[in-house]
């Protein structure tokens, strides 16, 4: 294709990027830079139903000539990245001076939220993201196999932990797991301890959810590896046949090389969602045990009376710097085999 | 038969339309309510939808209103002509500059209120509460007679009173508080914090005063409450409890006093559960006399961003709202701050906490920040994980983080 006949083709999605992503990210990032003005505060006697007190008020007026002044707030370069809720620059050094074991540093980093959302993040991000590319696959060849007459029940039942909105499949298992729900009760049965709690347990509490993101995300996988099968070369597989290879040599050696681009596909956006996971710690009330980049964000946003968009800004420009992190191996990998078949 | 039936209804139901008629016109103008989601607050905004004439009322009740309410009243005109508050959701408001001072609206439709339900900040009246709310004490008593107890009147005597329930077999996990861990468990500190009669901030400034004696001594109140509930506990929150005490399972709860009217009614409730249903005033803690409780209020605030014709409808709208019509029809909803209210059962508790002194929640524009930053780091203390001391600090550098951000440090 002509650039130019290639320009005006990707024209309207390259204008549909700039305008609800790339717009919507810079500024982001340069709310991220800011914070509140100053506020002006002024002493006021406030009367309710119980009684008076003289309490400290926002001067409304004084504050709004300040932000009639600059109404992007305060610039604060790069500081609310290093406070406490985010890089915690000062905390770290304190603690990496003040710690004898690695270990004391390192429960000192857990203390603080940022640390302690990403180890859960990237715990999650690393287990799910394999864990759904081989579970998916292996459902897919499982229902590959299934004869045609059943193919369309099974597929569809596959399918529903996909179907199913994340926050309500969330939901019902949260309440499935509650300590008089069917899953909560049976464990205790079975342990023979009427103490135990999915919800009270911190490791718990993490491999439920970590349960509950590989099966929400293995149909995706099943589904795209499930297309991928349909078009293996059956010559290729008749011909391992013929040279004696069983079931799973076919399947490593045939399959699987085939299947390599579909393997980085799913890797890809598994690595996105993962790192980006924020319906199950809400559903599944989560927060005390286990808090990830994204709930950082919500909490600043959502948690109290007052939203934090600065710090929020921050939170997000880490996140999504996270998911280039992640993804630049994969995006190398595939750079390399693009040039590799181009040449 | 058919005919007088229909009759009937149709003479009802012009009665009901001069009455309404007759109360509450109002000839032109746009009222549209923006409301939290629970019933007392439903009653009153159907009372003011009743309202008749040229003027549309409309209402949004919903749970996550606090977060749009700021949005919503910024814009000119303004979505929502009003919102019902409360001590704490009145401030993000009040600190953007977006309600109107109601002085002369209640100088010229407001006779019937009361002093007492006018908040007034810098001699402005900014709102008019109708209603009163805290946490406080809902006992079983036949369960604290099985085991021979009295009810009891302090934290102490709470946790003696569970552990010999506990002792008895007769529940495992006897008590239970709202100690959810977002909003609900920063509550339970605060409440706490202020029946050990502490502080939050250096006076005059927005300077945290947490991190003390006092805050020690709150932090392991609620840590021995913990151990009387259920393990579950950092997912209690009004939905969760209210079934579980339905089901006869708790003996001992701190709750909302807006839940009694729920839980003496009864309904879906085991046998026996409602009628030993007892509310009573907050315990105090620590030898103190002030009820670790604070008190809320919710009243209706009117927004600036908007025409003084909607502002004044909407200010007769929901003075109707709140009439002696809507309390007589939904007395047991509400502990209702007006003159026609007849306390019942359902507000004892509320009354008793009041009476004894307990503290309203602190309507500071910096407050909402603190307490945000207590329920982020409480839940590392109640599982165990560290001491009382070091998650003070880490509320305490939390909270500066956070006021540093919203410039108030």
Redesign the interface.
């Known amino acids: 294709m002509k650039h130019r006949t290639f320009f005006w083709f990707i024209l309207p999605s390259l204008a549909a990027m700039i305008l609800f992503i790339a717009l919507p990210t810079v500024s982001v990032a340069i709310q991220s830079l800011f914070v509140e003005h100053e506020q002006v505060m002024v002493e006021v006697e406030n009367c309710g139903p119980f009684k008076c007190e003289t309490v400290l008020q926002v001067d409304t007026e004084a504050t709004a000539v300040l932000q009639e002044e600059a109404p992007l707030g305060r610039f604060n370069g790069l500081r609310t990245y290093a406070n406490r809720k985010h890089l915690a620059f000062e905390q770290v050094g304190v603690a990496w001076d003040e710690t004898e074991t690695f270990g004391a540093f390192f429960s000192e980093l857990l203390n603080l939220p940022f640390y302690k959302a990403l180890i859960f993040t990237l715990t999650y991000t690393f287990v799910v993201t394999p864990l759904v590319v081989v579970f998916g696959l292996g459902v897919a060849l499982a229902v590959n196999r299934v004869p045609s007459l059943l193919k369309g029940p099974t597929i569809f039942v596959s399918l529903l932990p996909m179907i199913v909105t994340p926050l309500v499949g969330a939901l019902i298992i949260f309440w499935m797991v509650d300590a008089d729900g069917i899953i909560g009760a049976t464990l205790q049965r079975i342990f023979n301890d009427p103490n135990l709690s999915l919800k009270a347990s911190t490791p718990l509490t993490w491999i439920m959810l970590i349960v509950y993101g590989i099966w929400s995300s293995t149909p995706f996988s099943f589904i795209v590896f499930y297309a991928g099968l349909q078009t293996v070369p059956k010559e290729t597989l008749e011909a391992a046949k013929i040279d004696g290879a069983t079931r799973w040599q076919a399947v490593r050696f045939v399959v699987v090389p085939y299947m390599m681009p579909l393997v980085v596909f799913i890797t890809l956006m598994q690595l996105m969602d993962n790192f980006r996971m924020l319906e199950p710690i809400l559903a599944f009330q989560a927060s005390a045990k286990a808090t990830s980049l994204s709930y950082i964000i919500y909490n600043d946003l959502r948690g109290g009376d007052i939203p934090q968009f600065g710090s929020a800004g921050a939170s997000s420009i880490m996140t999504i710097i996270g998911v280039a992190i992640l993804l630049t191996p994969v995006l190398i990998r595939t750079w390399r085999d693009f040039n590799r078949k181009r040449a | 038969m058919s005919f007088m039936k229909s009759f009937a209804i149709g003479a009802t139901a012009a009665l009901f339309a001069t009455a309404a008629y007759a109360e509450c016109e109002i000839s032109s103008g746009r009222v549209n309510v923006l409301a939290n989601d629970f019933p007392a607050l439903k009653a009153v905004t159907s009372t003011a939808a009743e309202c008749t004439g040229g003027v549309t009322v409309e209402a949004n009740h919903n749970k ?1 209103f ?2 749009i309410t700021v949005q919503a009243l910024t814009a000119n005109p303004a979505e929502y002509t009003s919102v019902i508050v409360a ?3 009145i ?2 408001l ?4 977006l309600l109107r001072p109601l002085d002369d609206l209640v100088a010229k439709h407001g006779q019937n209120l009361k002093k ?8 402005k009246i900014m709102a008019v ?1 109708f209603m ?1 709310n805290a946490q406080h004490l809902f006992i079983r008593q036949d369960i604290l007679d099985q085991v021979g107890k009295p009810a009891p009147t302090t934290w102490e005597e709470v946790i003696e009173t569970g552990q010999a329930i506990k002792d008895a077999g007769v529940m ?1 996990h006897p008590f239970a508080f709202l100690s ?4 609900n468990l920063g509550e339970e500190f605060v409440n706490m914090y202020l029946g050990h009669g502490g502080e939050f901030f250096k006076p ?3 300077e945290p005063a947490i991190n003390n004696e006092v805050g020690v001594a709150t932090l392991n109140m609620l840590k021995e409450l913990v151990a009387l509930s ?6 209690y929150n009004t939905a969760t409890v209210v079934p579980i005490w339905k089901s006869g399972d708790l003996a001992i709860a701190q709750l909302w006093g807006s839940s009694g009217g729920e839980l003496l009614g009864g309904e879906g409730a085991q046998e026996g559960v409602a009628e030993n249903t007892v509310l009573i005033g907050a315990p105090t803690v620590a030898g103190g006399s002030t009820p670790s409780s604070s ?1 809320w ?1 919710d009243g209706f605030t009117i927004s600036k961003n908007i025409s003084d014709e909607d502002a004044e409808a909407t200010f007769i709208a929901m003075v109707n709202g709140i009439s002696d019509k809507m309390v007589e029809a939904n007395n047991d909803a509400a502990v209702w ?1 007006m003159d026609s209210y007849t306390p019942g059962p359902a507000a004892a508790g509320v009354a008793a906490t ?1 009476a004894a002194g307990a ?2 929640y ?4 910096y407050m ?2 603190l ?2 930053a207590f ?2 780091e409480l ?2 203390f109640l ?1 165990g994980n ?1 001491s009382a001391e ?1 998650t003070l600090a ?1 509320i305490e ?2 909270y ?3 006021a ?5 440090l």
């Not at chain 2, 009040?94 to 500059?97: C, I, M, P, Y």
């Not at chain 2, 959810?180 to 909003?183: A, G, I, L, N, P």
């Not at chain 2, 540093?404 to 108030?408: M, Q, R, S, V």
């Open positions: 996550d606090r977060n001590n704490s959701s401030v993000p009040l600190n953007e500059g007492n339900q006018l908040i007034t900040i810098d001699g509460a009163a495992e959810m861990s977002d909003w005059g400034t927005a259920n393990p579950d506990f950092l997912t008190l209020w701050l009041a503290d309203p602190p309507m500071l524009p909402g920040l307490h945000q329920f982020e839940p590392d599982q560290e070091q880490d550098a939390a500066i983080a956070a540093k951000e919203a410039g108030y």
